[in-house]
């Protein structure tokens, strides 16, 4: 049962990707790959969408399972916002523009999708998923869960250790940014000043990983709480990048 649990887990996380990559990928008129890790699953979905199962999915009334599942879901969200900015010292996504927000974690829009969706899942999607979960084998669930958890792992590991190396390189070019304005203030015009800070940023530039620049392209809401404006010009030198190369 357990290996059926992680398989439906794993179903609603490339779900919720493709959800996610889809809304996100027509907003920016360009393919972005909505998702902390590097493969097509957002995990946050099917956790999300396990506890509205193992929750509520016995419920009958439909308005009782919206209202229920859209609490839960957003519990899930706010906690996950949190433990992450506490983690990478960041905030990943911001509601604090749209109306009716808690802290720019989650929102109201938020919690109506993630409610319609929990019924629909629930009520509609995953009897279909659990008959054919049903129809393989124990051996076979157990073998494929673990193939995909492992994977998981690594991607994960892979990951965090992107985001710490990026946090790495946004210290040490913030201190040698810092020293420089210090010079600069006192011994350079300002167009030497602003041309000499810019070397520092597209140095940088040329230092992001591909994986780096994917995950700042991904989240666009991504504010580091230590290098605010540092991570802020690094982004108008991407851009700047990105534009003369044409792509």
């Given at each position: ?19 996610e ?6 907003s ?10 590097n493969?097509?699953?957002?995990p ?6 396990l ?50 927000n ?23 999607l995953?009897p ?8 393989i ?65 597209e ?25 605010g ?19």
């Open positions: 049962m357990i290996a059926s649990y992680f398989l439906w887990f794993f179903l609603y996380s490339l779900l919720g990707w493709v959800y990559t889809t809304l996100c990928s027509i920016q008129r360009k393919f972005v790959n909505r998702g902390f890790l493969g097509p699953y957002c946050i979905y099917g956790a999300g969408a506890l509205v199962i193992l929750l509520f999915g016995k419920m009958t009334n439909p308005f009782q399972l919206f209202l229920c599942s859209a609490v839960v879901t957003c519990a899930l969200e706010y906690l996950t916002s949190y433990c992450m900015e506490k983690l990478f010292h960041a905030k990943w996504w911001d509601y604090s523009s749209r109306r009716f808690l802290h720019g974690r989650i929102c109201l829009e938020g919690a109506l999708i993630f409610g319609l969706l929990s019924v629909l899942i629930v009520r509609f995953h279909f998923v659990r008959e054919i979960t049903a129809l084998s124990a051996p076979i669930q157990y073998g494929l869960a673990g193939t995909i958890a492992t994977a998981m792992l690594c991607d994960l590991w892979i990951t965090v250790r992107a985001i710490a190396d990026f946090q790495k390189k946004l210290d040490v070019a913030a201190q040698k940014i810092a020293e420089k304005k210090t010079i600069a203030l006192e011994k350079l015009q300002e167009s030497e000043r602003i041309q000499s800070l810019r070397t520092h940023y140095d940088l530039a040329s230092k992001i990983s591909r994986q780096q620049h994917r995950i700042l392209l991904a989240f666009p809401k991504y504010r580091s709480h230590r290098h404006e540092l991570l802020s010009e690094l982004r108008k030198t991407l851009n700047a990048k990105r534009k003369k190369g044409g792509g």
